[in-house]
């Protein structure tokens, strides 16, 4: 196995949410051939709702045995349950709704609304984190990472140029100013990311090209967050064509 960047690209945005929700069944299912259980982790934004969508919609979806699947969040924003801007709940409707995980095996970050401060949120986070990881860890070696970009590079709610970048002790960590609204943000930190087994990031939009081609380039962190992120086994990043201007020829990848 290596863990070198590789990128695949896909004619359009639904034809990249629908391939990678394929490999994600497929990959799921050889986890599970393997192991007892699956550990996800997955983010918000328009193309990582897409893919969940695809997977909730495909009818390869009922190979998995969902009951060994455990999903995680990388990033949530603090508002209250059940608000439109929260992660957690256009994955009710989109993937959760049509996947059968037990409740137990789903693991959101508190909301606002929970009776705890933000930074008690982060602590709760991390205590769950911390007893479902294997000895030695602070968090889930996440067998599948699901990551997007924003056009400024971040990735999580981790910004450009933010202190988060440089935590190397916590595995949660906690945005009162974020450049997106809303302000406040939970978010896991790098060390817990790249400790994934395998790192999937999802790119779409000629607005994500010059921010591709930075972070491949071998940017620095500080300006360009997601080219910090590289899982243990794989770091893939699945592009449509637009967003794939930038990438060098010996980086595009058929297969992987």
Do not use: C
């Amino acid at each position: 196995m290596t863990n070198e960047r590789r990128v695949l690209v896909h004619p359009d945005k639904q034809s990249l949410g629908a391939s990678v929700a394929a490999r994600f069944i497929t990959k799921i299912i050889d986890v599970l051939d393997e192991q007892e259980r699956a550990d996800i982790a997955i983010s918000g934004g328009s193309v990582s709702t897409l893919v969940l969508a695809a997977i909730g919609q495909s009818p390869a979806r009922e190979s998995v045995d969902w009951s060994k699947v455990h999903v995680w969040w990388v990033d949530e924003r603090w508002v209250a349950e059940g608000d439109a801007d929260r992660n957690v709940t256009g994955t009710q409707s989109d993937f959760f709704a049509h996947v059968d995980i037990p409740e137990a095996n789903i693991h959101p970050m508190a909301p606002s609304d929970a009776g705890l401060s933000i930074d008690e949120a982060a602590a709760q986070y991390e205590r769950g984190l911390q007893d479902a990881a294997p000895e030695g860890a602070v968090a889930p070696r996440f067998d599948i990472t699901l990551l997007g970009v924003g056009p400024d590079g971040h990735t999580a709610s981790l910004f450009p140029e933010f202190p988060q970048l440089a935590v190397t002790d916590r595995a949660v960590l906690t945005v009162d100013d974020s450049p997106k609204p809303p302000a406040q943000r939970l978010t896991l930190s790098f060390p817990v990311i790249n400790a994934s087994q395998r790192v999937w990031v999802i790119l779409s939009g000629a607005e994500k090209a010059s921010v591709l081609g930075l972070a491949l380039a071998g940017a620095a962190v500080d300006e360009v967050p997601v080219g910090g992120v590289q899982g243990r086994k794989r770091t893939v990043f699945f592009v449509d064509q637009d967003a794939a201007r930038d990438v060098p020829e010996n980086l595009i990848a058929s297969t992987y």
